[in-house]
């Protein structure tokens, strides 16, 4: 399976000054961890609740779980 497969969700929440927060995906009942640096990375300004967004799933390097990457926010 291609792990680098771009999914939509919904933003659930995203706390700045803890760095990380969860992405609903649209296909999925399990909450996805999206990480501060993931957000740096795609040159967001911030993550809001209730946020579209698309993502892939990304290999963390530190805890070896798998986190959204390549964030890009829907517009609508």
């Given at each position: 399976?291609?792990?680098q497969t771009r999914q939509n969700g919904t933003v659930k929440w995203f706390d700045a000054k803890k760095?990380?927060?969860f992405i609903k995906p649209d296909?999925?009942?399990k909450d996805i961890?999206?990480?501060i640096t993931a957000v740096q990375e795609a040159n967001i300004q911030r993550l809001k609740d209730?946020?579209?967004i698309s993502f892939e799933l990304v290999?963390?390097?530190r805890s070896n779980k798998q986190s959204?990457?390549?964030l890009q926010l829907i517009q609508e």
């Open positions: 399976m291609d792990n760095g990380f927060g296909n999925s009942e961890f999206v990480h209730n946020q579209r290999s963390d390097s959204a990457g390549k």
